[in-house]
Nanobody, 126 residues
Framework: VQLQASGGGLVQAGGSLRLSCAAS???????????MEWYRQAPGKQRELVAD???????KYAESVKGRFTISRDNAKNTVSLQMNSLKSDDTAVYYC??????????????????WGQGTQVTVSS
């Protein structure tokens, strides 16, 4: 599975940005995706989970973004988006989309893992 993220950029504090991520690959690999996620990593900090969404639409958010960010998913288009409002300078980071998968190998073994997309820079100026 390939994950292609887009939508990052420079925005003033209080502004909004929308990140999108498209998954591509074989039908079986796409269907193996369970949870899609957005992570971010600021300079000098560990990568952190921002939000995730299950195939059924259940969502989770980091406390720091609750009420400001909204994650959504279109299973038909194999995309996940992150609408970011009321951006703060602390939101400045490289944002990564990811997809957790569970699949059965040809030998019948259950394999779970995570695909990563390339990062997209989000810079919030104060």
């Amino acid at each position: 599975v390939q994950l292609q993220a887009s939508g990052g950029g420079l925005v003033q504090a209080g502004g909004s940005l929308r990140l999108s991520c498209a998954a591509s690959g074989s039908i079986s690999s796409i269907n193996s995706i369970r949870v899609m996620e957005w992570y971010r990593q600021a300079p000098g900090k560990q990568r952190e989970l921002v939000a995730d969404i299950s195939r059924g639409g259940s969502t989770k958010y980091a406390e720091s973004v609750k009420g400001r960010f909204t994650i959504s998913r279109d299973n038909a288009k194999n995309t996940v988006s992150l609408q970011m409002n009321s951006l703060k300078s602390d939101d400045t980071a490289v944002y990564y989309c990811a997809a957790d998968y569970v699949e059965t190998s040809p030998s019948g073994e259950i394999v779970a893992g995570r695909h990563w997309g390339q990062g997209t820079q989000v810079t919030v100026s104060s």
